[in-house]
T-cell receptor
Framework: AQSVAQPEDQVNVAEGNPLTVKCTYSVSGNPYLFWYVQYPNRGLQFLLK??????LVKGSYGFEAEFNKSQTSFHLKKPSALVSDSALYFCAVRGLSGGYNKLIFGAGTRLAVHP | EPEVTQTPSHQVTQMGQEVILRCVPISNHLYFYWYRQILGQKVEFLVS????????KSEIFDDQFSVERPDGSNFTLKIRSTKLEDSAMYFC?????????????FGEGSRLTVL
C-alpha cells in the first residue's frame, strides 16, 4: 500500500534562514510526489510535483523539493524563509497500483517562521 | 484562473439530519474527489468519481455517504444521517484526465459542524 510519512509535526525557522520540511514515501513502482500548502481556514494549494526527470523540482513561492529514490524521500526546501511561509504543509503521493488517481497525504507539518 | 468552488462554506446541522455539500469543479476536468480534514489534521481521501461513477472509495465512505453529478457542472456529497464524528472540513477537488501525473485542484472547503 502506498503511504507518506512526515516525521515532524512542527518546524521552527527564523526568517531569512533556509528551511526543510521532510517527507518519505512508500509506493509500488515509480512514485508521483506532490507538495501542498494550507493557510489557516483555507483549502490546499498546489506547490510542486515530481513526476520524472530532474530530481530537483522548483515550484511556487520559491519552494523546491529534492527527490531521492534511494532514501525514498521528497523533502521540501526554501533557501530563505519568510514569515508569510508559516502554514501547514502536506506531502502527498500517487502510485500506479490500484486507485492510481487519488492522492494519499501525509499528516502534515506546521511551519512556523519567526521574525 | 479557474478554480474549484464549494458551497456552503459552513453548515451547522443536528445529528441525524441529511446534509448535501456542493462543488463546482474546474470546467475541463474529468476526475472529481472528496476529501475530509478533521480539525486541521490529516487530509483523508473519501471518494473519487469519473465518468459518472465512483472509481474508488475509502473505508470512511460507507453507506451513509453518496456522491452525484446531477448536471454538467455540479458534484455533490450527501451524508444521509449525520453523526457527531462527521464534523470536519470537506474538500472537493478535481483533476484533468491525462493519466496520473496531474495535480489535484482543491476548493476552499465546506466546514460541517454536527451538534
Amino acid at each position: 500500500a502506498q503511504s507518506v510519512a512526515q516525521p515532524e509535526d512542527q518546524v521552527n525557522v527564523a526568517e531569512g534562514n533556509p528551511l526543510t520540511v521532510k517527507c518519505t514515501y512508500s509506493v509500488s513502482g515509480n512514485p508521483y510526489l506532490f507538495w501542498y500548502v494550507q493557510y489557516p481556514n483555507r483549502g490546499l494549494q498546489f506547490l510542486l510535483k515530481y513526476i520524472t526527470g530532474d530530481n530537483l523540482v522548483k515550484g511556487s513561492y520559491g519552494f523546491e523539493a529534492e527527490f531521492n529514490k534511494s532514501q525514498t524521500s521528497f523533502h521540501l526546501k526554501k533557501p530563505s524563509a519568510l514569515v508569510s511561509d508559516s502554514a501547514l504543509y502536506f506531502c502527498a503521493v500517487r502510485g500506479l497500483s490500484g486507485g492510481y488517481n487519488k492522492l494519499i497525504f501525509g499528516a502534515g507539518t506546521r511551519l512556523a517562521v519567526h521574525p | 484562473e479557474p478554480e474549484v468552488t464549494q458551497t456552503p462554506s459552513h453548515q451547522v446541522t443536528q445529528m441525524g439530519q441529511e446534509v448535501i455539500l456542493r462543488c463546482v469543479p474546474i470546467s475541463n476536468h474529468l476526475y472529481f474527489y472528496w476529501y475530509r480534514q478533521i480539525l486541521g489534521q490529516k487530509v483523508e481521501f473519501l471518494v473519487s468519481f469519473y465518468n459518472n461513477e465512483i472509481s474508488e472509495k475509502s473505508e470512511i465512505f460507507d453507506d451513509q455517504f453518496s456522491v452525484e453529478r446531477p448536471d454538467g457542472s455540479n458534484f455533490t456529497l450527501k451524508i444521509r444521517s449525520t453523526k457527531l464524528e462527521d464534523s470536519a472540513m470537506y474538500f472537493c477537488a478535481s483533476s484533468e484526465a491525462y493519466g496520473s501525473t496531474g495535480e489535484l485542484f482543491f476548493g476552499e472547503g465546506s466546514r460541517l459542524t454536527v451538534l
